[in-house]
């Protein structure tokens, strides 16, 4: 089955920096666009990346762009979002997705921007 495992989260002062890694399994990973999307309290769950299987289309949102960075590594089955300048509006659950037949999510990983 489908399986994504985010990891990489934690407490970090604004300005800081985190790499978020997810671990996919259960499909052909090479062959699917991947997605880091994040949910804040209170707040609907919004995308942050996005790349195709060989990662030659990327997008961010805009209030991410020139700070974030999302890869993959098709070898290791696994994406990753580079996170630079962190702000305290980044404080979020960041989760890890992907459209197989269905729509499929990690169990999610906190992130906290404080001081």
């Known amino acids: 089955q489908v399986q994504l495992v985010e990891s990489g989260g934690g407490l970090v002062q604004p300005g800081g920096s985190l790499r978020l890694s997810c671990a996919a399994s259960?499909?052909?990973?090479?062959?699917?666009?991947m997605s880091w999307y994040r949910q804040a309290p209170g707040k609907e769950r919004e995308l942050v990346a996005g790349?195709?299987?060989?990662?030659?289309?990327?997008s961010y949102a805009d209030s991410v762009k020139g700070r974030f960075t999302i890869s993959r590594d098709n070898a290791k089955n696994t994406v990753y979002l580079q996170m630079n300048s962190l702000k305290p509006e980044d404080t979020a659950v960041y989760y890890c997705?992907?459209?197989?037949?269905?729509?499929?999510w990690g169990q999610g990983t906190q992130v906290t921007v404080s001081s």
């Open positions: 790349i195709s299987n060989t990662a030659g289309s990327i």
């Open positions: 997705n992907v459209r197989v037949s269905d729509q499929y």
């Open positions: 259960g499909f052909p990973f090479s062959s699917y666009f």
